[in-house]
């Protein structure tokens, strides 16, 4: 199993200003998403991060407003760029397996923007 | 394109009562699923997976290819299952599996 943190837990941010998310894995792995939980909708995974090279953007989602870094193998940050109060959400770290077993998830971090 | 429908955003039972929580596929192939939950205040956590056939908390979610569903049921529903249930399914990509989410379904268990 693979024990996820996430820093901030939760922030409250004036629109036009950016934040950035950490997330820090006890274990090296390959590769961490980033998900995205609105209120009372579903995850939707915002990208892939690989170490080493660029981030993989899901339909929707660029790296314009969500550049993702991923220096090492435990650790990945997401920043959420010119917020505006839309981008208030959940955003959550995972990584996955190499088997088609089980997805483990950060805490996440309660974004509000007014 | 392949994805999950769960069809019910919130279900509210009373207690003791049958719960089912709907989920179907849309996948070419063999499908693996999985039901993950999220209690409040919680993080997102594995609930049961399709392949393992196993009772979690009483749950089970039995695959019908011919209905392309797999339905989350428990046959009596606890105050302490109230959460967000969501159905998902592996994609693989570079080695590494990740999921793909359906929508959620908020389950309420009413005194």
């Known amino acids: 199993s693979a024990v996820i943190s996430q820093k901030p837990s939760r922030d409250i941010c004036q629109r036009g200003t950016s934040l950035t998310i950490q997330c820090q894995v006890d274990s090296q792995v390959t590769m961490m998403f980033w998900y995205r939980q609105q209120p009372g909708q579903s995850l939707t995974l915002i990208a892939t991060?690989?170490?080493?090279?660029?981030?993989?953007?899901e339909s929707g989602f660029v790296i314009d407003k969500f550049p993702i870094s991923r220096p090492n193998l435990t650790f990945s940050t997401l920043t959420v760029s010119n917020m505006s109060p839309e981008d208030s959400s959940i955003y959550l770290c995972?990584?996955?397996?190499?088997?088609?077993?089980?997805?483990?998830f950060g805490p996440g971090t309660r974004l509000t923007v007014t | 394109a392949q994805r999950v429908t769960q069809p019910e955003k919130l279900l509210s039972v009373f207690k003791g009562a049958p719960v089912e929580l709907k989920c179907n596929y849309s996948y070419s192939g063999s499908p693996e699923l999985f039901w993950y939950v999220q209690y409040s205040r919680q993080r997102l956590q594995l609930l049961l997976r399709h392949i393992s056939r196993e009772s979690i908390k009483g749950f089970t979610a039995d695959l019908n290819k011919g209905e392309t569903s797999f339905h989350l049921k428990k046959p009596f529903a606890q105050e302490e299952d109230s959460a967000m249930y969501y159905c998902?399914?592996?994609?693989?990509?570079?080695?590494?599996?990740?999921?793909?989410f359906g929508t959620g379904t908020r389950l309420k268990v009413l005194a």
């Open positions: 995972s990584v996955g397996a190499a088997t088609p077993s089980e997805q483990y």
């Open positions: 991060a690989n170490q080493g090279s660029e981030a993989t953007y």
């Open positions: 998902a399914y592996p994609t693989y990509c570079s080695g590494t599996y990740k999921y793909i």
